[in-house]
């Protein structure tokens, strides 16, 4: 079983990423998906959920209207796309799928600095 993030990386102020999350080894179809992050020295946060047909997606307060999550099914992928990046959502972002079992990526650091 693999969660393979990428997509991270230093990004300006305003700017935007898109993160992907390559699934394998599990029915990913059947899985809810999510977007965490951590920054350093703070705990885990959810940053997005969407369910296993991606019929419904939830957001934290700060991301709404600025993350999208999405997916992908047919290549077993979850994407978070992000703009109107700010200095406050450096961390680093973890995807997650639960199911049956409950599966972490190993994570992408996003650093937003000018």
């Known amino acids: 079983v693999q969660l393979v993030e990428s997509g991270g990386g230093l990004v300006q102020p305003g700017g935007s990423l898109r993160l992907s999350c390559a699934a394998s080894?599990?029915?990913?179809?059947?899985?809810?998906m999510s977007w965490y992050r951590q920054a350093p020295g703070k705990e885990r946060e959810l940053v997005a959920t969407?369910?296993?047909?991606?019929?419904?997606?939830n957001y934290a307060d700060s991301m709404k209207g600025r993350f999208t999550i999405s997916r992908d099914n047919a290549k077993n992928t979850v994407y978070l796309q992000m703009n109107s990046l700010k200095p406050e959502d450096t961390a680093v972002y973890y995807c997650r799928g639960v199911g049956t079992y409950d599966y972490w990526g190993q994570g992408t650091q996003v650093t937003v600095s000018s």
């Open positions: 080894g599990f029915t990913f179809s059947s899985y809810t």
């Open positions: 969407i369910t296993s047909a991606g019929g419904s997606t």
